[in-house]
Nanobody
Framework: EAQLVESGGGLVQAGGSLRLSCAAS??????IGWFRQAPGKEREGVSYISSRDGSTNYADSVKGRFTISRDNAKNTVFLQMNSLKPEDTAVYYC??????????????????WGQGTQVTVSS
């Protein structure tokens, strides 16, 4: 079992940046994905990083603006978010996929979840 804790959310103006962190109690074998959920909307996959081959993937809406990375020594995955837009406003969750692959990035595929961190982008 893994415990995940997100941090780094906050309020930022459009065009600004934030870096989210996901600290995991168990890390090496799991793919880690970032999801987000805006009010009244379904939870959607944002990005993931595989532990199998190190591959990464991004939703079309964040490509070129967000970057996912992992620091195995610190058991932490980061999501660097640049050029933020008001439509990025949501609660962001990190989650672990015990298969290590991370795809397809749908909520039901992921086994352990953090509590979420709020990201608010003002216009």
């Amino acid at each position: 079992e893994a415990q995940l804790v997100e941090s780094g959310g906050g309020l930022v103006q459009a065009g600004g940046s934030l870096r989210l962190s996901c600290a995991a109690s168990r890390f090496d074998d799991y793919a880690i994905g970032w999801f987000r959920q805006a009010p009244g909307k379904e939870r959607e996959g944002v990005s993931y990083i595989s532990s199998r081959d190190g591959s990464t993937n991004y939703a079309d809406s964040v490509k070129g603006r967000f970057t996912i990375s992992r620091d195995n020594a610190k058991n932490t995955v980061f999501l660097q978010m640049n050029s933020l837009k008001p439509e990025d406003t949501a609660v962001y969750y990190c989650a672990a996929d015990i298969t290590g692959w991370g795809f397809p990035q749908i909520p039901d595929r992921y086994d352990y979840w953090g509590q979420g961190t709020q990201v608010t982008v003002s216009s």
